[in-house]
Each structure stands twice: as structure tokens, then as C-alpha cells.
């Protein structure tokens, strides 16, 4: 596995080093939260992870490369209390992650197939 801005960003995560999170971030990132449809800030989405993150056993279980500069994550994050799935959408530009794309799911929950 190359080691690249996402890694260090999943893998910061997984630490709580949210300095190192941030640093992984262009400063001009685009945030969006599809599960939301919302735009966040850098400090807003830190201060996400920072809650979603807190207490939790994260697990990166698959990754998919683009040419180098769109990874895709799935990840498992198990809280005390409830355990979530992100499939993450990252755009790499000069080192660092120019576009971020994420989408939560609580497991459990309700099912795609529930709405139709």
C-alpha cells in the first residue's frame, strides 16, 4: 500500500492525532457530508472526527486507488454505544487532500430497501 495524504489521514484518525489530521488537508478543502448534504469547515469537520472518533476502535477495511490521486475508503468505527460505516471520497492535489466526500451510516439502522 502506498503511503500517501489519505493514509496518514485514516491513520491519524484511528490515533486521535488530530493535529496530523488537519495537516493532511489542503487549505482550501472541500468538505462535504452526503449522509448530511452539507459543507464543512476544516475546523468543523475536526471537530466531527474528534466526536466521532473519541472512544472508538477504527478499522480502515478496504481502499481503492484511482491513478494515484482518488482513493475511496470503507471504514467501521465501533463506539461504545454504536458502531458506524464511512465510505470516504478523498481527491489528492500536491500531497495533501484537496476534496473530501464522506458518507456515515449507523449499522443497524434503518436499510435502503426500508424506502422503497
Known amino acids: ?9 485514516w491513520a491519524a484518525r484511528s490515533r486521535g492525532d488530530w493535529d496530523a489530521v488537519v495537516a493532511q488537508l489542503q487549505r482550501g ?5 452526503l449522509h448530511e448534504n452539507a459543507e464543512l469547515s476544516r475546523g468543523e469537520f475536526a471537530t466531527f472526527l474528534r466526536v466521532m472518533h473519541n472512544d ?5 477495511r478496504r481502499r481503492i486507488a484511482g491513478g494515484g490521486r482518488q482513493i475511496a475508503i470503507l471504514a467501521t468505527v465501533a463506539r461504545p454505544k454504536a458502531t458506524y460505516e464511512c465510505a ?4 489528492l492535489r500536491e500531497g495533501r487532500i484537496e476534496v473530501v466526500q464522506e458518507l456515515w451510516l449507523a449499522r443497524g439502522g434503518s436499510t435502503m430497501m ?3
Open 114 to 116: 426500508d424506502f422503497v
Open 1 to 9: 500500500m502506498a503511503w500517501n495524504a489519505v493514509d496518514r489521514f
Open 29 to 33: 478543502v472541500s468538505i462535504t457530508m
Open 56 to 60: 472508538a476502535e477504527t478499522t480502515v
Open 88 to 91: 470516504g471520497f478523498y481527491d
